[in-house]
């Protein structure tokens, strides 16, 4: 029994002894699947590295492949694994390579050459194709990258990949790493325009730092193209040219993810040019243009868009990625604006170093000039005026300024100071007309002039006293009219009164007036009714008269014929009586017959209508006959006295 126990303690002690011979001796090595193996070659008859870093050619020292998860074997006490992670770069970020072997960066030359470089899984092919040392051009994205860290150290955004450094590597990558942080290199650039955000309506400036140095004369690396992906290939941007140096193109809206190392970028606000102004562009950069501005313009060139210079063609209202490291853009109003020659009053962004003109009058008075201009500019000539003035601010006071400052105080000498106070409006007119030719030299629309009140210098009362004076005068001016107009009050409130009175008695002079006009009415219709009444009565009148007098007529022939007999028998009887008393009696007889008449014919003694014409009546022929009777008796007495 102790035989079988002494074996298989022989048994265990020689697979312990074997087991410690092999993992002491490095035949057996597990690497997990989430890692990779760099071998190390501790022996070799080929001998030890003699140039580089990795063995290319079986010496002894670290290999350039590298062994992936699972068992490998290897011969006894001849190498070395040492397991690292994988390089894993998360989703939106950047990592950077460092070579730690290969050939040295040329002289200017900042960051390693990429072009013959697929990418950085193969070191032999890196090696072998010229791979440079030091930090790489080509960056690597999110995902999981199988890299030999022996040769390669990758800096992500959370760690370090690579096999045990010395503290000056340590120091270095540090170093780094502070510079990237401090670029935000491990994020794209992400330019984008929100809405009410402070970052809004930016545009970023590149500028590079690897590549051939600028040209003489050049501020900014002139635009190669769209080759190089927004300067996100390295290779491909200097392989079209481009240099290094704060670049002329910029870059918009997108995400860009740019080696840090390569190239930096700056955050600039957008160009905005608002409705009522243009944008001249001055631009640094460009090619040598030909002046465009004619022959007449002798103030300096105007260059067509891309050269340096003055752009002839002004920009318009608009949003503008515009590079101000490649100029600048001066805004121009084409709408009308106003220069203020006022203390403390602006009417424009121009005026306000813009002080009253101090005038001396015919009469040595000092008054200080208040005024204001109104100015417009051709949108089609900003250029010009930008070209010869350099801003509309230097042109106001450098040109204008003194320009209407100089017009007035001419004026001014050649009138007394009341006559500058009541020859303002002539002034004013004047001063439009002889100004207007005036601005139109500068390339200006003089538009109106308008002339404030003079007033004095602080201190100074005389002006005062001249004022109060004219004050007094015009108040007295004001006093007389006032009594005349007063007096016209007056004569206007009697007539008011008046006719108040009127319209309160309106009622009773209406009523009045309407009976009136009725009695009038009523009087023509009762003249129109004693007319129409005489009429009626003047035919009735004479249709009785006619009855009458043919009734008349008749019984008057009748009477007569009655009377005639009875006459004619009383005659007979007179003579037959022949006496004293014969006369009397016929007459009583005839008298009392021609009363039984005019009863028994019921005729009125007297008719009642007189109408003209002989002796056609009874009464008439009685008359007569009683005449003839009489005219008889009294010739009868005659004859009897003689």
């Known amino acids: 029994m102790f035989t079988l126990l002494g074996s298989e303690v022989t048994v265990v002690v020689c697979i312990l002894v074997i087991a410690a011979l092999v993992k002491f001796s490095g035949a057996i090595k597990y690497i997990p699947n989430d890692r990779v193996g760099v071998i190390e070659k501790l022996w070799s008859s080929s001998g030890s590295v003699q140039n580089g870093l990795l063995a290319l050619n079986g010496e002894a020292g670290l290999q350039p492949e590298l062994r992936r998860g699972g068992f490998h074997f290897f011969a006894p006490f001849q190498y070395r694994v040492h397991i690292h992670p994988m390089v894993s770069v998360t989703q939106g970020t950047i990592a950077y390579v460092f070579a730690r072997d290969g050939l040295d960066l040329p002289a200017g030359q900042t960051l390693a050459d990429n072009s013959r470089i697929v990418d950085f899984r193969n070191v032999r092919d890196f090696l072998r194709d010229g791979g440079q040392k030091g930090p790489q051009r080509m960056v690597l994205r999110e995902g999981t990258h199988i890299i030999n860290p022996a040769l390669f150290v990758v800096m992500t955004e959370e760690t370090t990949y690579s096999m045990s450094l010395d503290a000056l590597e340590k120091a270095y990558y540090q170093q780094m790493r502070g510079v990237l942080d401090e670029r935000g290199g491990f994020k794209p650039v992400v330019i984008k325009e929100v809405t009410g955000s402070h970052d809004s309506d930016q545009l970023a400036v590149v500028t590079v730092q690897d590549g051939p140095g600028l040209l003489k004369d050049e501020l900014l690396a002139p635009d190669v193209g769209d080759s190089h ?66 022959t007449e313009y002798s103030h300096g060139e105007l260059v067509e868009t891309g050269c340096r210079g003055v752009w002839r063609d002004a920009l318009m209202p608009g949003k503008y990625a515009f590079n101000t490291y490649a100029g600048k853009i ?156 007063k007096q016209i009050a007056a004569d206007k409130q009697r007539e008011l009164n008046e006719a108040e009175q009127r319209a309160a008695k309106q009622k009773e002079l209406t009523g009045s007036l309407v009976d009136i006009s009725i009695k009038e009415n009523q009087g023509s219709a009762s003249v129109k009714a004693a007319e129409k009444r005489r009429q009626e009565i003047e035919a009735l009148a004479q249709a009785d008269k006619f009855r009458q007098e043919m009734e008349g007529a008749g019984r008057a022939s009748a009477i007569r014929s009655v009377g005639e007999a009875e006459a004619a028998a009383i005659q007979a009887k007179s003579e037959a009586m022949q006496g004293e008393g014969a006369d009397k009696q016929l007459m009583q007889t005839v008298m009392l017959r021609l009363a039984e008449a005019f009863e028994t014919a019921k005729v009125p003694l007297v008719p009642q209508v007189q109408m003209g014409g002989g002796d056609s009546n009874a009464f008439g022929t009685l008359m007569g006959l009683m005449s003839a009777m009489k005219a008889g008796e009294l010739t009868q007495s005659i004859n009897d006295k003689g």
């Open 330 to 485: 001066e805004l121009v109003p084409t709408t009308n604006f106003v220069l203020m020659w006022k203390s403390g009053e602006s009417g424009s962004n121009f005026d306000k170093n813009l002080r009253e003109i101090t005038l001396i009058t015919k009469d040595a008075f000092e008054p200080q000039l208040p005024l204001s201009v109104v100015v417009h500019i051709d949108y089609r000539k900003a250029p010009m005026v930008v070209q010869r003035f350099g801003n509309v601010a230097q042109l106001v006071e450098q040109t204008l300024d003194p320009m209407v400052s100089s017009y007035f105080k001419n004026v001014s000498q050649t009138k007394t100071f009341i006559d500058l106070i009541q020859s303002r409006s002539e002034l004013q007119n004047n001063a439009s007309t002889d100004m207007k030719q005036r601005f139109q030299a500068y390339s200006l629309e003089f538009q109106e002039v308008l002339i404030g009140t003079p007033k004095p210098q602080p201190g100074d009362n005389k002006i005062e006293d001249i004022m109060a004076q004219l004050r007094d005068r015009q108040i007295a001016r004001e006093q007389v009219e006032t009594f005349a107009q």
């Open 229 to 294: 992906n927004a300067f996100q290939e390295p290779e491909k941007f200097l392989a079209a040219g481009g240099r290094r140096g704060r670049q002329e193109r910029v870059l918009v809206e997108g995400t860009y993810f740019i080696n840090r190392l390569f190239a930096t970028v700056e955050f600039i606000k957008k160009t905005i040019i608002p409705v009522g102004f243009v944008g001249v562009v001055v631009s640094y950069t460009g090619r040598v243009g030909t002046d465009l501005s004619g």
